[in-house]
């Protein structure tokens, strides 16, 4: 059996080691460049700086107790409850490194002076695109937070919620955005959606609308599995609200993988079956625009992926599914909720601001001046989205020529002089 002594020591060196492990991680250059920092704005920039901050000082006041109990044990049994809470010290501090890494790595992607001045756009996009819904209900938005990192969809951290540690709470909706979708990033709304749904309980509001008004057309195994997809349904609602076509394009680009993916069902996946999910998408545009590309773009997708080769269970789902698309895409769109103050989310949002004449109308009055001028990025910043994007998806042979158009837009906006970019 080892000696108090030795145990003591043991105790004492790896405690001596914890300590100086945490000064390392009190320097926040040691995780982000100094002008990443510097490129983030002054209000997300003190709120980032001081949570973090906070989660190292309870990292430090733990491991300065840990030397404090150590320095008064008497037995060996208070010796070994030195020992166990060191273990605990060991794992919250792996947690408090994985959140300054975190955050650390999304600033860092501000490093570069062009993706500095994007990010900073998509920064101002995202808060418009909550504020649009949050403000006219007397609900402030949170801070935005946007990085770039690989993959094929993007991804949120929602202001607000429990980080690892189990003690820091998010100071800010830190959005991930793909590389593949930066100069078309509809997928940015959608995680907006996320964090809005959050702060006003929407997604469980609209799980228990489907589930009561679905069951008077549908079996309720039916009903039931597209309540359990509701948090993933209104973020893309949310998308297609502020973008329209151009949101269902590219959600549409995101999730066209192979047959077995598309028509693939994942017991305890938040969200909709792919082939299901994007001809829902396109009945929204349907409800709302009428007839448009959205009818080519869901006629392809059937043909592609036909049903026949769904598991049994699954395609009878999806086409039972297919048949609700209209009543779905009415429930989405035009029913009143509490969370809206009693409005539907497009008497909130309006989608005639997005329809594609009237999108197309307005590039015509304004011509070139819409990309340049201060007011239309002031006020108008995802209407632009919502046009950029729609072109995109109906003029393929000028994506290019688009894309460069939006990427300089962005970098205008995000402060980047022109000689820059």
């Known amino acids: ?6 145990l003591r020591l043991q105790l004492a060196r790896q405690i001596a080691h914890w300590r100086a492990a945490v ?16 490129a983030v704005e002054g ?4 709120a980032l700086r001081r949570r973090l901050q906070e989660t190292v000082n309870r990292l430090r006041a733990e491991a300065d107790g840990l030397a404090s109990q150590l320095s008064t044990a008497q037995s060996r049994e208070q010796l070994l409850a030195v020992r166990k809470r060191l273990i605990a010290f060991r794992q919250r501090y792996s947690q408090t490194e994985t959140i300054l890494d975190f955050y ?16 900073h756009a998509l920064d101002l996009i995202a808060g418009h695109s909550m504020d649009a819904a949050l403000r006219p209900l007397g609900r402030p938005s949170p801070p935005v937070l946007t990085y770039i990192d690989k993959g094929m969809g993007a991804s949120i951290l929602r202001a607000g919620v429990r980080l690892w540690d189990g003690g820091t709470l998010s100071p800010a909706a830190a959005i991930k955005i793909t ?11 959608h995680e907006a959606g996320h964090q809005v749904e959050n702060l006003l309980g929407w997604a469980n509001e609209f799980a228990a609308l489907l589930r009561h008004e679905l069951a008077s057309f549908a079996p309720v195994a039916v009903a039931e599995a597209w309540a359990a997809t509701a948090t993933e349904i209104v973020a893309d609602i949310f998308a297609f609200a502020h973008c329209g076509y151009a949101a269902v394009a590219a959600l549409h680009d995101v999730v066209a ?11 305890g996946d938040p969200h909709p079956i792919p082939y299901i999910r994007v001809l829902l998408n396109a009945a929204y ?41 209209p009543r779905l895409a009415e429930l989405s769109l035009a029913r009143p909720l509490r969370a809206f103050g009693g409005r539907s989310i497009v008497q909130l949002l309006d989608p005639a601001r997005i329809n594609p ?14 990309y340049i001028s201060p007011h239309w990025a002031n006020t108008e910043p995802i209407r632009l989205l919502a046009l950029s994007g729609y072109r995109m998806a109906t003029e393929p042979e000028k994506a290019k020529e688009i894309a460069n158009e939006y990427e300089a837009w962005m970098l205008r906006v995000g402060g980047l002089p022109a000689r820059a970019a």
């Open 104 to 119: 650390g790595d999304a600033i860092n992607t501000r490093t570069n002076p062009k993706l500095r001045a994007i990010l």
């Open 43 to 46: 209000d997300l920039d003190l």
């Open 179 to 189: 590389r593949h979708n930066l100069y078309r990033p509809t997928s940015l709304i």
């Open 1 to 6: 059996m080892i000696s108090e002594r030795a």
């Open 257 to 267: 993988a192979d047959e077995a993916t598309v028509l693939r069902y994942l017991p």
């Open 23 to 38: 000064a390392t991680i009190n320097d926040p250059s040691n995780f982000a460049a100094a002008e990443a920092w510097a």
């Open 357 to 370: 004449n009237a999108l197309l109308a307005w590039a015509r009055q304004l011509g070139p001046a819409l």
């Open 285 to 325: 545009c349907r409800w709302a625009f009428g007839v448009g590309p959205w009818d080519d773009l869901a006629e392809a997708w059937t043909e592609t992926y036909p049903l026949t080769q769904a598991h049994p269970a699954t395609g009878d789902f999806l086409q039972r599914s297919v048949d609700l698309l």
